[in-house]
Structures are given as structure tokens and as C-alpha cells.
């Protein structure tokens, strides 16, 4: 039987504002200097790559019966619509402070480009379903890091917890979509290969940005007001060595339900993570409760 999405999840964009300003430091992780780093660079591909899944879904809209579906298909685009905007207002921001991200955002558009004009619309779907993949074992990790919460700037803590929940919520739909329109044998050996080919490009991805970010000076470009807090100094290299492979260690976190992508029985909601969203909303609910003014 093919796994659902459980009922407490829903897929409907929230609508938010995080007030980005040039006023928040580049600098904004007081831990690892390698997780800032990393979600910068990520931040700045966002907004090609969500557009990219915009497109591959959408191309197939009409051809998908399933009234379910559909109606998911509009959550995760008006989802992933929103999570552009915002990250295109924190982008401006980045790009102020750090000139490299134009050089990121470049080679992403590139890679996306270049995919749109030489596969075809099948391919493009198994393109958006291994990098939506990649997303959501991404946001599994940052929702279970409490570091993250406690080290992170408040704005930046609720723009990625806020992305990774809805990542979380909508994990399945390109997978859903591509099941309904290239399913069996030969759409399972395409979308194998696809995160082969995805895979190779998201290493070179994340080479690249730490590169990047060691040649970087985001010091000089930044405006005086901006200069970042000290942050506790470690080698560069080691930051990241211990980012990936250490604390929180992303790649072993991720190894294994990566490889179960490889599986013809894969499916995104057979690993059950809904328990994560339903923390945030409460954890979300309390602090609005929080805020409100007291009732006379
Ligand atoms: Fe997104
Ligand atoms: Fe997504």
C-alpha cells in the first residue's frame, strides 16, 4: 500500500513577514561559523531552485487526476511561491554583505538553465524530486537540532524552522506527481539516475560555496552598522569538516534515508517525521500566546 501523508499535516502557505533589514548580522549563527555559511549560500539558490519545482510541477498539472493531488499541487506552489519571496528579501540583504552570493546565485541559475534546455519535462520532474529530497532530509535535521534554535539569530531561527516545516509538510507532492505520470519500471530507473546526477552536482554545490566562503570577505562589504559579533574562531576547513561529518554531522544524518531514495518501494512519507511539524506549531502557538496583550 502506497503511504499517505498523515492527517495532521496540511500543505497551505502561511503568510509571513521576518522584516529582513541590512540592520541583521551576516554573521548570524553564533556557533560553527560553517552553518551560517551553508545556509547563506543555500538561501541564495532558493529562490531558482523553487521556481524550477514550480515549473516541472505545474508543466503536468492538467494530466493529474486525482482530485488530492491537485489540491496538494496548489499548497506546494503556493508554498513554495512564498518561500522564494522571503528568501529573496534575505537575499538582498546577503548580497549587501557578502558580494560572492551573486557569483552562487550565477552558477545555480546556470546548472538550472541549462537542465531546462536540454532534458525534457519528465526529467526536469526527476530533478525537482531529488532535490526536494535533499530538502526535506536537510529540513528533518534542522528541525531536530535544538542548537540550531539556541545558537541561531531569532529572524534567521524562524525563516529556516519556518522553511523546513513546510518542506516537511509538502516532502511528497513532486514525488506524487512524478509516481502519476511516469511511473514503473523505466520512471524508476530515470529518477535513480537523476539523484546520481543531482547528487554529483549538490557535492560539487557545497565545494564550491565553502570556496566561496574562504575567499570571501564579508567585513569589507558589509555596511559599518553591519560588522558581525565575534564568533567563537575555528580553521575554516575544520568547520566544516565538523559540520558535515562531526556536529551535527549532516552526512552521516543523512546517509541512510538517502540511499532509500534508491529503493522501487521509496516513498517520502514512509519515514514519518509529522511529529516535527506538530512541535513547531505548538512551539509557534505558545509564543504568539505569549505576545498577545494580556486580557483585562
Ligand atoms: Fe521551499
Ligand atoms: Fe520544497
Redesign the pocket.
Known amino acids: 500500500m502506497i503511504p499517505t501523508k498523515p492527517d495532521c499535516i496540511t500543505i497551505k502557505a502561511r503568510k509571513v513577514d521576518f522584516g529582513f533589514s541590512t540592520e541583521l548580522p551576516y554573521r548570524w549563527y553564533s556557533g560553527n561559523p560553517a552553518i551560517f555559511n551553508f545556509c547563506n549560500a543555500i538561501s541564495i539558490m532558493f529562490p531558482i531552485g523553487?521556481q524550477f519545482?514550480i515549473d516541472s510541477v505545474r508543466h503536468y498539472k492538467d494530466k493529474i487526476t486525482d482530485p488530492v493531488l491537485r489540491e496538494e499541487v496548489a499548497g506546494f506552489i503556493a508554498?513554495?511561491a512564498m518561500?522564494s519571496k522571503q528568501h529573496d528579501l534575505c537575499n538582498q540583504v546577503l548580497k549587501v554583505q557578502n558580494k560572492q552570493m551573486f557569483v552562487i546565485e550565477k552558477v545555480a541559475k546556470l546548472f538550472l538553465d541549462t537542465s531546462r534546455h536540454i532534458y525534457p519535462a519528465r526529467t526536469l520532474l526527476a530533478i525537482s524530486c531529488a532535490l526536494?529530497h535533499f530538502?526535506a532530509l536537510f529540513a528533518d535535521q534542522l528541525l531536530n537540532s535544538a542548537a540550531f534554535r539556541r545558537l541561531a539569530h531569532p529572524v534567521y531561527a524562524e525563516l529556516w524552522l519556518w522553511h523546513a516545516v513546510e518542506?516537511t509538510e509538502?516532502k511528497a507532492v513532486c514525488f506524487d506527481v512524478y509516481q502519476q505520470v511516469a511511473g514503473g519500471p523505466l520512471g524508476y530507473i530515470e529518477r535513480c539516475l537523476v539523484m546520481l546526477l543531482v547528487s554529483v552536482c549538490m557535492l560539487t554545490a557545497i565545494l564550491l560555496s565553502a570556496i566561496l566562503m574562504i575567499i570571501a570577505n564579508p567585513k569589507k562589504s558589509a555596511p559599518e552598522q553591519d560588522k558581525p559579533k565575534p564568533v567563537a574562531k575555528k580553521p575554516f576547513a575544520t568547520g566544516w569538516i565538523r559540520y558535515l561529518f562531526i556536529k551535527p554531522g549532516i552526512v552521516p544524518y543523512i546517509m541512510v534515508p538517502y540511499f532509500r531514495y534508491y529503493s522501487p518501494f521509496f516513498h517520502p512519507w514512509k519515514h514519518d517525521n509529522s511529529e516535527l511539524v506538530e512541535r513547531w506549531k505548538a512551539h509557534y502557538a505558545n509564543l504568539r500566546a505569549a505576545s498577545a496583550p494580556a486580557q483585562p
Open positions: 523553487e519545482f508554498q513554495e518561500h526536494e530538502t518542506e509538502h
